[in-house]
């Protein structure tokens, strides 16, 4: 056997995993790690300008890509520049592996220069973490942070790593294991059998279904037997805000997304359906409204793989714990098995009703105004057409996300990429980043505003020394949006800090950087500008558009309330 | 509604800190927690009791059993067990209060594991309830020191906790 050092342990068992990049940041308590690295030639390292962009990398990476985005950062301030890209990951279930250095073992405790408790700061926003006791176990505790990070409900995994650990002179024999064994964890691979026959009949009977989906269908590769069951029975399709391009956007059985910011037909047939069908989605907040008030007439079926979503705010009267993958599999087995048919009626009636609601315009209808001033919207839908709906599109957190997520409309699973559960402004770009690494060939545009887009602005550095060419859109409205838009509703207009002053000058700033800067303030300049820049393929652009300030995002639920109520514009409500 | 919980968990540090984080995390209420090796030396028994509602204790039960090195867990509360709880407690005992101690201490079988001219430590092993009812009887005003072990649990029978 080979006699490797803790620290080539590291980069070896990366590599056996089949890990093609990092990004990192090196530090005291990594050097040796580093060291390592420098020796390796199959891994790529990104250096990137702050740890947060790194986890927002490999938190892009995976989103795209499925696989667990990995994240190299020193102890002490390292550590804890990455726990908001962690929690972002823990709260949209994506997986990733952190290596985060240590002070030597000798020192832990001791208040060591840059010792921060990395497990104990990070134990609420981990799926699990480790900390490595010796440096022969670091292979084993490397393959068993990626099996967990990866299999069941993903999310993100710490592996705390002393310096002593990776000592360039003390050798051990290593081997990288084939498989991980934990008795204590057997995440489900199946539904219960009997549920799954429940939940189609239920289904086959129901006068008004609907399938409300979430980030489980992308995370647990399940668009296409969702989409085929949806099509089988005919059901009206609302994908959550994490769930967006789980089902074709550009289908007609697809209302829009729903909740706080949902469309109004996407809202008004889940308050009105009798049998409620969630499939990897966690009836979130966001969606829900009043939790009194929720679908008062409708039965739920809910599918997920972690048995704690089910019934944790809204009562399950079908629960089936499994991977959503194959309970759709089994699903549609059985309902092919059946002799049971539909009511041909019943369901036209309710798709009757359904397009009633929809009417014939858009789904998110929206004053476009006399054209002197460029609505955020429009840029959405600019985008969509000069992207053909086939770009990568990663958001920060703000209106020109719900924007984003309103109007563009995705038709595959794995293109709209934002933080949904933990709302971090600066996660787009370093998101957007991270997928263009890996699909050099793939359009990737990061819809942002100004006040975002400040938040990771530095990693414009990173993308000029690996050559990242994504786009930027930022619909620069001057002011904190959302804030702004909650402050007209609830506080009377009152701007408390919601506006940005000395705003840079965007242009300038991504030439600074070695980038080109294009500004758009005219509405007939949108769509040729934006061609422009897409067109320049090799070259990241910084879009940066100047639209309506006084926009607000509708429909907007009234708290409290139920589904369907709804502002629907600045004067008009249900 | 009182429940207890037992787990079997991996005896690795950090174990216990994740149960514990659990619970102020999520807003659960904890009344007692005992924890212990077992027979196996890699393995940790807790037992804990918390109250709330059915579905909250539902929540309870499965975000515990989705910490990694939960290995097994039983809500004994849900069938027939045996529950104990132990107290040493020190009591003022001078005078004629001295012999009353004594009685109180044997009706609840309890045993006197220290004197002094004007202390009795009196050791109590029983149901919760048993132990607040001694507490009662012998009166605050008499009671110096109490410690209390938390409750530990077994269900009754073939049935067993292990892996």
């Not at chain 1, 980030?215 to 609302?238: D, F, H, I, S, W």
């Not at chain 2, 009344?31 to 028994?45: C, F, K, N, Y």
Request: glycine letters at 8%; a negative charge.
């Amino acid at each position: 056997m080979e006699l490797l050092s803790g620290a080539e342990m590291v980069v070896r068992s990366l590599r056996d995993e089949g890990v093609k990049y990092i990004y990192g940041y090196p530090g005291g308590a990594l050097l040796h790690i580093y060291d390592a690295l420098f020796k390796e030639n199959e891994l790529t390292h990104i250096l990137v300008r702050h740890e947060q962009a790194a986890t927002h990398m490999a938190d892009g990476y995976a989103r795209a890509t499925g696989k667990a985005g990995v994240v190299l950062v020193t102890s002490g301030p390292g550590a804890t520049n990455a726990i908001t890209g962690i929690a972002t990951a823990y709260m949209d279930s994506i997986p990733m592996v952190i290596i985060s250095g240590q002070v030597p073992s000798d020192a832990v405790g001791t208040d060591a220069f840059q010792e921060t408790d990395m497990v104990g700061v990070s134990r609420p926003i981990v799926k699990h973490s480790f900390m490595v006791k010796h440096p022969a176990e670091i292979p084993e505790v490397i393959k068993k942070a990626f099996y967990l990070a990866e299999s069941g409900r993903p999310g993100p995994v710490v592996v705390d790593i002393p310096k002593d650990m990776t000592n360039p002179t003390d050798k051990f024999e290593y081997s990288y294991p084939k498989k991980a064994k934990l008795r204590s964890y057997a995440p489900p691979t199946r539904g219960h059998s009997g549920q799954i026959r429940k939940a189609v009949e239920m289904l086959l009977a129901a006068k008004r279904p609907l399938l409300y989906a979430g980030g489980g269908v992308v995370l647990g590769q399940a668009a296409r037997q969702m989409t085929e069951l949806a099509k089988a029975l005919n059901l009206p399709v609302t994908n959550t805000l994490m769930g967006l391009g789980g089902y074709p956007g550009t289908d007609r059985q697809f209302l829009g997304m729903p909740g706080m910011h949902g469309s109004y037909t996407a809202n008004l047939a889940m308050h009105h359906c009798d049998v409620l069908f969630a499939v990897g989605s966690r009836f979130d907040d966001r969606v829900v409204n009043g939790v009194e008030q929720f679908c008062p007439t409708a039965k739920i079926i809910h599918i997920d793989i972690d048995p704690a979503t089910i019934s944790k705010t809204i009562k399950a009267d079908i629960p089936i714990v499994g991977p959503v993958n194959t309970v759709l599999d089994d699903m549609l087995a059985e309902l092919k098995s059946m002799n049971v048919k539909q009511d041909q009626n019943v369901v036209a009636s309710w798709w009757k009703q359904i397009d009633e609601w929809r009417g014939s315009g858009r789904l998110f209808p929206y004053n476009e105004g006399d054209g002197s001033i460029i609505k955020p919207q429009t840029v959405i839908e600019a985008l969509m057409e000069v992207t053909g709906g086939d770009a990568y599109i990663t958001s920060d957190v703000g209106q020109h996300q719900m924007f984003a997520a309103q109007y563009y409309r995705f038709d595959k699973p794995n293109r709209w990429i934002n933080s949904g559960g933990l709302g971090t402004m600066g996660f787009g770009f370093p998101a957007a980043m991270g997928i263009k690494l890996s699909f050099p060939e793939e359009t990737v545009a990061c819809v942002t505003g100004e006040g975002s887009i400040q938040m990771n602005i530095q990693e414009l550095s990173t993308c000029l020394q690996y050559d990242l060419p994504v786009k930027i859109v930022n619909l620069n409205n001057g002011a904190l949006g959302m804030v702004r838009q909650w402050q007209d509703m609830q506080y009377n207009s009152r701007y408390s800090h919601s506006y940005m002053e000395s705003l840079p000058d965007f242009i300038k700033l991504a030439e600074a950087y070695g980038h080109v800067g294009i500004r758009i303030t005219d509405l007939k300049d949108l769509k040729p500008k934006m061609e422009e820049a897409f067109a320049m393929k090799d070259r990241l652009v910084f879009l940066d558009i100047q639209v309506d300030t006084s926009e607000h995002v509708y429909p907007m639920q009234i708290r409290g309330g139920a589904m369907r109520d709804m502002w629907l514009s600045k004067t008009e409500r249900t | 509604m009182r429940h207890i919980i037992s787990l079997l968990m991996e005896n690795e540090p950090g174990a216990l800190s994740r149960v514990i984080g659990l619970f102020s995390q999520r807003n659960y209420n904890i009344e007692s927690l005992t924890v212990a090796a077992t027979e196996d030396p890699t393995l940790s028994r807790l037992t804990l009791t918390t109250a709330g509602k059915e579905e909250v204790i539902e929540q309870i039960t499965k975000n515990l059993n989705k910490l990694i090195e939960v290995v097994k867990l039983v809500d004994l509360s849900e069938s027939p067990h045996v529950e104990r709880e132990l107290m040493l407690i020190k009591i003022k005992a001078s005078g004629a209060q001295r012999a009353e101690v004594k009685r109180t201490a044997d009706i609840f079988r309890g045993q006197i594991v220290d004197v002094t001219p004007s202390i009795y430590t009196v050791q109590l092993t029983g149901t919760t309830d048993k132990l607040d009812s001694f507490i009662q009887a012998v009166g605050t005003a008499s009671i110096v020191e109490v410690v209390r072990s938390g409750v530990t649990g077994i269900a009754r029978g073939d049935k067993v906790l292990s892996l």
